[in-house]
């Protein structure tokens, strides 16, 4: 079982930074494909960016491409959402996830990922 808390949301003018944090709980992190994924008002979940367990495979979407940077730490059981140049259309509560066990590809779709943090929001003023 793999527990996970966001942080690190909050309001910030157009053009600006934040970083997410997703802290995991239990010892099948350094194992575990981990993806960000969004939900604005009124709209349906979408990927954001993922990384592979071991960081050799990183993917985003085409939008975000260029601003926002994934990472992790599997000594910190912690994986980061760097946003940078941040817009009006990026505001929406941010969650993370994690696929249990290993997976023979990268994955981009909610249905790929078996664990969900309770979200944190990201709001962007312009």
């Known amino acids: 079982q793999v527990q996970l808390g966001e942080s690190g949301g909050g309001l910030v003018q157009a053009g600006g930074s934040l970083r997410l944090s997703c802290a995991a709980s239990?010892?099948?992190?350094?194992?575990?494909?981990m993806g960000w994924f969004r939900q604005a008002p009124g709209k349906e979940r979408e990927f954001v960016a993922a990384i592979e367990w071991s960081g050799g495979s990183i993917a985003y979407l085409d939008s975000v491409k260029g601003r926002f940077t994934i990472s992790r730490d599997n000594a910190k059981n912690t994986v980061y959402l760097q946003m940078n140049s941040l817009k009006p259309e990026d505001t929406a509560v941010y969650y993370c996830?994690?696929?249990?066990?290993?997976?023979?590809?990268?994955?981009?779709?909610?249905?790929?990922?078996?664990?969900w943090g309770q979200g944190t929001q990201v709001t962007v003023s312009s």
């Open positions: 239990g010892r099948t992190f350094s194992t575990s494909d």
């Open positions: 996830a994690a696929a249990r066990g290993l997976r023979p590809r990268l994955g981009l779709r909610e249905f790929e990922y078996d664990y």
